[in-house]
Structures are given as C-alpha cells and as structure tokens.
C-alpha cells in the first residue's frame, strides 16, 4: 500500500448520523488523522446499525465499522467552557474541521464557520446540511430519506408507473454528498499549503440529489415525464429486460451503430430498416411495439445465452443483482470493495470499503471503529495538555476516557 495522500493532515469530526461519519470516513481512508469528537452520550450512529437488523456491541458493529473504521475517538461535554477550550487547541492544532450539526448549534458553540474563521484563520470549514444555507428550510433537520430522496423526485420518480414510491434506499444519499464534501475539504488543502488560509465548503443532501439527477431534472423540463413504465423508457434499450430465468438491464448509447447487431441477434434483421425503428427518433415515438418485440424474445432465452450474445456484440449489460449478492460478487471482492475484518472478539464479518485507491488495487487496512472516547487521553496529550489538565479534565467530567 502506497502512502495515503492526506497522511499527516488533521481532522475534527464533529458530526453525527451516516453523513457527517462518511465525510470523515472518506478522509481517514485516505491517509488523515480524523478525530471524532462526541458527546458523553456518544454519536447515534453507534446504534443505527439497529435499523439494519445488524449487530451492534462493542464487539461487534459492523455498521459502524463501515462508518467510523481508521478513525479516533475523544468524548468531550461542549457545554461547559473547559470543553470549548479544549475544542479550541483542538482547531488550532487541526487543518480540517467539518460539521452537520445544524447551524444554530454550531452558533451556540461559536464553532459556526465566521467564528471560528476569525479565531483559526487557517482553518478549512466543512458543513453538510439538509438543504443548504439559504432559503425556508435552511435551518430544518433533513435526513438523506427525506432531503436526498423524498424532496428531490428519486423516490417516486424512479419507479415504475402507477406504483408506489419506492422503499427510501438506506444511506445512499449520506455516502454520496458525503464524499462530495470529503473531497471538496482535500481540494482546499492546497489552497490551505500555498497561502496559509482556510476555506468555507458546504455541501447538502438535497443539492447533492439535484446534482445527481441533473440530466433528469434538465429533461423534465422539456416535455420529459415521470414517473415512466419501462415500455416508455427512456430508450428502449436502456432499459431492462427479462430472460427466462433473469431480469437484466442493457445500456446502448450507439443507437446507429448497435441496433443492426440487436437485430442480427433475435434473428430479425429486416428491424434495422423498419421505418418504425430505423433511427433513435422513429424508435423513440415507437418505443412500447419495439420493447414487446425484444421483450417476446428475451422471454424464451436463458441468461446465460443472453449474456453470452451481449458479450459478443459488445454492449454494455449485466444481470440486475439484489444488495445480497455483492458480498459474494466477484468483481466486488476482487477490487476490495467488500472485504473481511476482525471485530473486537476475534470474529470476522463483512465490511464495505470506500472505492477510491492509492497505489494499489486493494482495500484499506481497516482499523477498528473507536469505542466511545477510546483515544481522549491519547488525542489530549497531542494537543499539549499535560497529564495534570487530563486528570483535571476528567475529573470534572469535561473529558471521558473509555473505561
């Protein structure tokens, strides 16, 4: 393994729920010292796990492995002043601090980007929001559910027509504008080394969700509609299919260059000069004849020889795979993006890897996930204090040292 680019670089996590732990896992993962600063209650995410129906001790939590791995903990009480102060030679010893506490919050303890900018000029200053800075909901509590998927369109809109909005994919949107703020935060490191200065970067769910469905929205706004049923999809093939034995979803973008061969392969090559379907435009005003013809075909073949003429006809497919199937995929396990790790009893259990590499193709020596405040003793000797100010510190209940 490569040095990590970010090795050397610190970081304050002062952040809750999947998203604010995905921006710091991203950074970790590349190689910063990220330091997860939690309440004596410690961040909920310990417990989200409990939603996924996965096992969630310190033993073993797995799901919080995947959001906190290669990161360290230090349990500090922000209401007290001696908390603020430690925060304080925290920031002045830090590079990055990042945030998706909600502003008034940040405000109250002074951690919001004009007061801290003014005390830590040097500092990069992340935020991840619900829905951005400005506007009605700029100070309303979002989750990725609801801000990523419900108010974007994504939930209904990519289902199929008539049906219900789809069951709200569990994290997607924290990871995704997650890593988007990772990467913006590294970005101004350089800004951070030439000139000596921080930087304010935020990003939100709902603007990450626009983003994502960027095409979509732009298309909606020309006559585009959705919800769509897969007889008027978007092309007819991009679009899903289903074999005698498997749903699969092929992606032609050459139209011209593609649909002859499509044809060639049912054995109806008189299709490729049919007027109805002779180029993308006719095709597209005749979508629901042409998709019931592939359709009938596709019905009779197996996947296995499906793929096989695919293949060979270089276009782009796969089989459509359920979220079990990725533990054991192959081109999954081969590029490290799931892998196996050692819990705190010596078990081992699936991790999912950020997908991003250095050097070499394979994942990221994970670390455990801290326990709660495992390594405040450890992060407050790095930041000066002497083991005077830690036993004082504790004693008065601003510190909490894992037992």
Known sequence: MTDMPLKGVVVIEFAIHGAGCAVGKVLADWGADVIKVETPTGDV???????LNLPCTEESNIHFEMLSGNKRSIVLDMKTEEGREVMEKMLAGANIFFSNFRMKALNKFGLDYESVSKRHPHIIWGHLSGYGTDGPLA???GFDVVSYWAKSGLLIDFTEK????????????????????AGAMAACLYQQEKTGKGQKVMNSLYGHAIWTAGSLVQSTQHGDKFPKTRKQAMSPFINSYRCSDEWFFCAVMDYAGKFPLLCEMIGRPELAEDPRFSTLGAA?????ELIA?????????????????????????????????????EQARANGYVYNFTDRRGETDLVVST???????????????????????????QFGFSEEDIVHLEAAGTVVQHA
């Open 162 to 181: 008539h049906s219900l909005p789809n069951t709200a994919p569990f994290g997607v949107g924290d990871f995704s504008a997650g890593a988007m703020l």
């Open 45 to 51: 995410a310990r417990n989200s796990g409990l939603q």
């Open 284 to 288: 597209q005003k005749n979508k629901p």
């Open 139 to 141: 100070g309303a509590p």
């Open 355 to 381: 997908p991003v590499k250095f050097g070499r193709n394979e994942p990221t020596p994970h670390r455990n996930a801290p326990l709660l405040g495992e390594q405040s003793e450890e992060i407050l000797r």
């Open 293 to 329: 013809i592939f359709d009938a075909w596709f019905a009779g073949q197996p996947w296995e020889k499906v793929d096989r003429l695919l293949t060979e006809a270089d276009i782009v497919h796969t089989k459509i795979a359920h979220f079990a199937d990725v533990a054991g995929d």
